[in-house]
C-alpha cells in the first residue's frame, strides 16, 4: 500500500451507466491529481485539486466529473463514456506549496481503478 | 515549457546483464528529475529523485541515474538486471508542474 487507495481495483459499466471512482490518502498532502493510462498513450493529466480547489482541468470531456470534498478525498463521476474510455484512472496525491518545503517529493499513486466500457 | 523523451520504448536485456534506460529532457527551469516503475495492474511508485547537490542519485532495487546538466540528460541504470526488475519506467520532470515521458517497456530475458 503505498498511501493512496483506490477503490473499485476494476469496474465494467454500460454507455448508459453512471458510476463513481473514489480516491483516498491519509498522507497529509494538500494536492490530488486525477490521470488517465491508455494503452501506447502517455499518461494523461485530466485534474488537479489544490487544498479542494480544482486548478485545473486540461479539456476533459464533461462525462468525466471531478469531485473534492475535503485534501483527503477525490472522487471520478462518471457518465455516458465512450468505448475509448477504457483505460486505466490513476490517482495521486502531493504535497504542494508548502512553506519551507523546497523541493517536490513527487507524487504518490493509488494502484488505479482499470475501466472497461462496454 | 518542459518536456520529456525516453529513447526506446521497449528494451530487453538478460538477467545478469547491464540496465540502461535513456531519459532526457528540456525545461525553462531548473529541473528537479524524478523516475517511476509500474509493475503490472499497479500504479507508479518512486524509484528515485534529483533535487539538487550530487548529481548521482541512488534509489530503491539498486537502480541510480545520474543528472548531466550539459546533456539534458537522466538515464537510469542498474549493475544486475533481475527478473522482477521487468516493469514500465517512467522518467518526470518538475519545473513549473510534472510531466511524464511516454515510458520505456523493460523485459528481462533468462
Known amino acids: 500500500e503505498t498511501g493512496v487507495t483506490q477503490t473499485p481495483r476494476h469496474l465494467v459499466m454500460g454507455m448508459t451507466n453512471k458510476k463513481s471512482l473514489k480516491c483516498e490518502q491519509h498522507l497529509g498532502h494538500n494536492a490530488m491529481y486525477w490521470y488517465k493510462q491508455s494503452a501506447k498513450k502517455p499518461l494523461e493529466l485530466m485534474f488537479v485539486?489544490?487544498?479542494?480547489?480544482?486548478?485545473e482541468n486540461n479539456s476533459v470531456p464533461s462525462r468525466f466529473s471531478p469531485e473534492c470534498p475535503n485534501s483527503s478525498h477525490l472522487f471520478l463521476h462518471l457518465h455516458t463514456l465512450q468505448p475509448e474510455d477504457s483505460a486505466l484512472y490513476l490517482c495521486a496525491s502531493s504535497l504542494q506549496g508548502v512553506q519551507n518545503k523546497k523541493y517536490p517529493d513527487g507524487y504518490t499513486f493509488g494502484s488505479g481503478t482499470r475501466l472497461t466500457v462496454v | 515549457a518542459q518536456s520529456v523523451t525516453q529513447l526506446g520504448s521497449h528494451v530487453s536485456v538478460s538477467e545478469g546483464a547491464l540496465v540502461l534506460l535513456r531519459c532526457n529532457y528540456s525545461?525553462?527551469?531548473?529541473?528537479?528529475l524524478f523516475w517511476y516503475v509500474q509493475y503490472p495492474n499497479q500504479g507508479l511508485q518512486l524509484l528515485l529523485k534529483y533535487t539538487t547537490g550530487a548529481t548521482l542519485v541512488k534509489g530503491i532495487n539498486g537502480f541510480e541515474a545520474e543528472f548531466k546538466k550539459s546533456e539534458t540528460s537522466f538515464h537510469l541504470t542498474k549493475p544486475s538486471a533481475h527478473m522482477s526488475d521487468a516493469a514500465e519506467y517512467f522518467c518526470?520532470?518538475?519545473?513549473?508542474?510534472?510531466?511524464f515521458g511516454p515510458g520505456t517497456r523493460l523485459s528481462v530475458l533468462p
Open positions: 525545461s525553462s527551469v531548473p529541473p528537479y
Open positions: 485539486y489544490n487544498f479542494k480547489e480544482q486548478t
Open positions: 518526470a520532470v518538475y519545473g513549473q508542474n510534472f510531466v
